[in-house]
């Protein structure tokens, strides 16, 4: 199992990329996917649109400038390797950067971080979608991992350049009253603080802008 330290500095700990798409079975259909990634060596080339030579199927929901980069921290890896009771590697969750010391409870939608030449903002929590149950070969994992509040997040590029691991991370930006992932998931579940939570994420100027549109679509419904 993966052994961590208590209060590790933030730190990019793997690089995991999906060279090509697989095909699962889902329902009946065949359908492709870049969910299946596995950490690489060496230098590697972020640009607004994520990482050079990394596998996305579904720009809409992965990919693009909201969401280049999903991050996934390695507190989050090691909680899932004690509760399933099995070792898994990184990219095991689809992340593309495997880290330690950005809790999804610390992190919040803005924050702004530099790894090497690179510079990253915040959008948006994770929602996981089908296919991370396929992966796990178990269609209930998807909700489990969901309220689970270790979702893990996605970032823009705002400056491009090459990266390499392991690497310092350097938080640029924080705001410490701002709204953390941990939190922002409660926009999606029914209580007390939904409609608190939403107004928050609308209020964040960084926002991706799928979840502007999601959100406010939620919002005039409630």
């Known amino acids: ?24 079975q889902h329902k009946g259909r065949t359908e492709p996917t870049g969910i299946y990634k596995q950490p690489v060596s060496g230098e590697h080339r972020v640009t607004s649109l994520g990482l050079e030579g990394d596998c996305q199927m579904d720009r809409e929901n992965h990919g693009g400038d909201d969401k280049a980069i999903y991050v996934y921290t390695a507190e989050n ?3 899932w390797e004690r509760e399933l009771g099995q070792r898994f ?8 950067f495997s880290v330690i010391g950005l809790p999804d409870e610390a992190v919040c939608i803005g924050d702004v971080f530099a790894i090497g ?14 296919k991370l149950g396929v992966k796990m070969g178990d269609p209930g994992f998807v909700g489990r991992f969901h309220h689970s509040g270790r979702v893990g997040f996605y970032l823009r590029v705002l400056e491009s350049g090459t990266v390499s691991a392991p ?11 701002g709204l953390s992932i941990q939190e922002a998931m409660l926009a999606l579940s029914p209580g007390p603080r939904q409609k608190e939570v939403i107004a928050r994420a609308l209020g964040q100027p960084a ?4 979840w502007r ?9 409630l």
């Not at 690179?118 to 996981?128: A, D, G, H, I, M």
């Not at 690497?167 to 009253?177: C, F, K, N, W, Y």
């Not at 549109?213 to 419904?221: D, F, Y």
């Open 1 to 24: 199992m993966l052994s961590l330290k208590a209060g590790e500095p933030p730190r990019l700990l793997a690089i995991c990329v999906a060279a090509s798409s697989r095909e699962i």
């Open 77 to 79: 890896h090691a909680y």
């Open 89 to 96: 590697p990184f990219g095991q969750w689809g992340e593309n």
């Open 117 to 130: 030449s690179l510079r990253l903002q915040v959008t948006q929590p994770r929602v996981p979608c089908f």
């Open 167 to 177: 690497l310092d991370i350097h938080v640029v930006d924080h705001d410490p009253a």
């Open 207 to 210: 926002l991706s802008a799928a």
């Open 213 to 221: 549109k999601s959100l406010t679509k939620r919002q005039a419904s």
